[in-house]
């Protein structure tokens, strides 16, 4: 009944993403692999912008927006989230595999593991960093439990791991992390201190993170990805105006999630026995304060803190030893069985929904596109951050303000969308600015209401996700 627990992770995990597993990021990756379908090369300059056309787009993870056309193309947007569901499933289907420890302990972890990571349940690259997460945490566990060839294999993972998503950094942590604990701590810091260090050892791990430091420009745009990547980290405006870049929200269920596994964190280190872990305990403190930092980094801890926690409460097998295998327990085997139940009749129930009714597409302006495509007025148009990746791949042959590519746009460019979108002083000059004739904006914004006051403005279409605003002279909509 054991392995009933692999099958029901996987359903699980498919049966949250059925139907849901597209958002605003989704959509821009699956145009970037259409792009690069259509025209037989790898994108690297941005031709879906008009406020920076050419812009130099040099991140990771083509490869798998390939792989996302390809299956929506076969199988529809269902394809998408089988694609996302399988990838997202398989980095707990190893911690399951990987964890010895009793079995409904095990489960625990495993499934703690699940729920934190559900905000970055979606069909984009990133979720491919939850399993190179984790497979750097384990090859560093294996080096520690006495595996010669382990750590030499981490800059493999690396190779792999910057060609598909730009969270590679966190490798380069949890390395450094672990090779805190071949310092031999001192209470005092002297010469005999210094003399009693393992040198070689360290020298291993200096090694090893130089090779991995030199895996990164394995990559289809070199130093570029990098100086693209140090851009990002010195923009102001992602930080401020965008929500996944924020700190959590603890008002909400992901934030309070995080800080109940903050407040487990802190009692298990409080409580814990044995010998000094600090490798561990840097680890854990990496991967905290980055969720703390940014929402979007919370999911990097839940592949992290089980196996962290295992190990910090003493419920792991010794190295060496193997976990004894004897009948399961009636326990065992009724959580076993009633999780996969579940997950199946769960699973089972979405898909038939999910086949028989058409997508919910409700939150986006499928309306407003509709309506462009056919009287395809002429002029710019201005989108908000949030309805640019749907415009990119559903009509492609408007180019967008900007959308949540942010990297492309800087601070200027996101600045001016939050201006114009709460008419903000200035907002009309904008408008001018970029020739933009065309608004497609909420019912509730600002910018929609500053519109209804200007004659020269006409409401030519609404739907549930947005109002289409055209700069007609009076002329009536098109």
């Known amino acids: 009944m054991r392995v009933l627990f692999f099958p029901g992770f996987v359903l699980f995990v498919l049966w949250v993403l059925l139907g849901n597993s597209i958002e605003i990021d989704s959509w821009w990756h699956l145009a970037h692999g259409r792009w690069m379908v259509e025209n037989g ?25 390939i792989l996302l056309y390809q299956m929506y193309t076969w199988l529809g947007y269902i394809g998408v989230d089988l694609t996302a569901g399988v990838v997202l499933a398989a980095p707990f289907c190893v911690l399951w595999a990987y964890l010895k420890t009793p079995h409904l302990r095990r489960f625990a ?24 997460t984790l497979l750097t945490l384990i090859l560093l566990d294996q080096h520690q439990r006495g595996s010669r060839w382990a750590l030499w294999l981490l800059p493999v993972v690396m190779v792999a791991w910057v060609n598909t998503h730009g969270g590679w950094p ?53 130093w570029t990805m990098h100086r693209e990547m140090f851009l990002t980290t010195t923009r102001v405006a992602e930080d401020t105006m965008i929500q996944e870049w924020q700190s959590p929200n603890f008002h909400r269920p992901y934030g309070q999630v995080f800080l109940a596994a903050i ?23 990496g991967v905290l304060t980055m969720g703390l930092v940014s929402a979007r980094h919370i999911a990097i801890s839940a592949v992290v803190l089980p196996l962290l926690w295992a190990d910090l409460l003493g419920w792991r097998v ?34 038939d929904t999910v086949l028989h009714t058409p997508r919910d597409l409700s939150a986006w302006p499928t309306g407003a596109v509709e309506y462009l495509r056919t009287a395809r007025p002429e002029g710019h148009i201005f989108n ?22 942010s990297d492309i746009y800087g601070d200027e460019i996101i600045i001016q969308s939050d201006r114009v979108e709460r008419a903000l002083p200035g907002w009309e000059a904008i408008l001018k600015q970029w020739d933009i004739r065309i608004a497609l904006t909420t019912a509730d914004s600002a910018l929609s209401s500053a519109l209804a006051q200007k004659p020269e403005w006409e409401l030519c279409q609404q739907d549930a996700a947005s109002v289409l605003w055209i700069q007609t002279g009076g002329q009536g909509c098109p």
């Open 263 to 285: 407040l487990i964190s802190a009692v298990i280190v409080v409580r814990r026995r044995g010998p000094r872990q600090v490798g561990r305990l840097a680890a854990l403190a």
């Open 318 to 351: 010794p190295a060496g030893e193997k976990l004894a295998v004897k009948s399961p327990a009636p326990a065992v085997t009724g959580v076993a069985l009633a999780f996969f139940c579940f997950s199946i009749l769960m699973f089972g129930g979405r898909l």
């Open 41 to 65: 090369q790898l994108l690297t300059t941005d031709p879906f912008s008009y406020t920076r056309p050419g812009a130099i787009w040099s991140h990771p993870g083509a490869w798998y927006e």
């Open 109 to 132: 972890l495993v499934l703690s593991g699940l729920v934190l990571s559900a905000v970055y349940w979606s069909a984009r690259p990133n979720i491919f960093t939850l399993l190179f």
């Open 170 to 222: 966190v490798g380069f942590l949890l390395t450094g992390a672990f090779a805190l604990d071949e310092i031999r701590w001192p209470r005092r810091l002297n010469r005999a201190a210094l003399r009693d260090q393992n040198y070689r050892r360290l020298g291993q791990f200096a090694l090893v993170l130089a090779l991995m430091a030199a895996a990164t420009f394995i990559n289809p745009y070199g």
């Open 384 to 405: 908000n951050y949030q309805m640019g990746g749907y415009l990119i791949w559903a009509l492609p042959e408007y180019p967008v303000f900007l959308d949540s590519r």
